[in-house]
């Protein structure tokens, strides 16, 4: 069964900082890569995604994440955080249940960032 | 438009109500989810239904029985629920589960549940 770990619970930052967040999940085979972010009292909101091709992908807001085959990771990056990033971010991964069923997302624990003015 | 609608937002139920939870989408997405999310944990998977067909249960105990009437509609009915079933319910919905870009899920905001 696939994992993913999120390797900071909680972070704080001032504004202006940059930001990474790591993610490593645990999957023999073909996945599809995300992060979510979800803002407070909000819906998940899809930050980013990978499939395939450039490991380096930009998605909304400034956010970009770099895919590393060889280390199962994915982490997520920022130049400079706003107050407005404050939120709780989840890496996420798609993978086939050998079981049968389809494709299954799979959440990390998630990291509560907050952005200090 | 990626909206999915679920109502109500929030629910407070004793013990042995029944209740319903709605989720509804017009993407023509054909495949839709359930997930549990307890305080400041991840979201986890409950059911997914392709093609109006449950195709993944994820060992949730029988007082949950999800419905799909239609491929715009998803229900969850809820009877004899405990104490440790509150949480945050979640919808989402994807074109379908064959993986990549088909497989993004758009999530809804959620039912907040209180079992008393």
């Known amino acids: 069964a696939q994992s993913v770990s999120q390797h900071n619970h909680h972070v704080i930052l001032s504004e202006a900082a940059s930001l990474e967040l790591g993610c490593n999940y645990s999957?023999?085979?073909?996945?599809?890569l995300f992060w979510y972010v979800q803002y407070p009292g909000q819906h998940l909101q899809l930050l980013l995604k990978y499939f395939s091709g450039d490991p380096l992908v930009k998605g909304i807001k400034g956010f970009e994440a770099e895919f590393i085959k060889s280390k199962f990771s994915f982490n997520l990056r920022k130049p400079s955080v706003q107050w407005s990033d404050t939120a709780e971010y989840f890496c996420?991964?798609?993978?086939?249940?050998?079981?049968?069923?389809?494709?299954?997302?799979?959440f990390g624990t998630g990291t509560q960032l907050k952005v200090e003015l | 438009d990626t909206e999915v609608t679920q109502t109500p937002k929030h629910l407070v139920m004793g013990m042995t109500n029944k209740k319903s939870l709605k989720c509804e989408q017009h993407?023509?997405?054909?495949?839709m989810y359930w997930y549990k999310q307890k305080a400041k944990k991840p979201p986890e998977l409950m059911f997914v239904y392709s093609y109006e067909k449950l195709s993944i249960n994820e060992s949730v105990p029988s007082r949950f029985s999800p419905e799909c009437p239609n491929s715009s509609l998803l229900n969850l009915h809820l009877h004899a629920l405990q104490p440790e079933d509150s949480a945050l319910y979640l919808c989402a919905s994807s074109q379908d589960t064959s993986g990549g870009a088909k497989n993004i899920q758009y999530f809804g905001a959620g039912t907040r549940l209180s079992v008393l």
């Open positions: 999957y023999g085979g073909t996945v599809n």
């Open positions: 996420a991964v798609n993978a086939w249940i050998l079981t049968g069923g389809g494709n299954k997302l799979t």
């Open positions: 993407m023509g997405h054909r495949a």
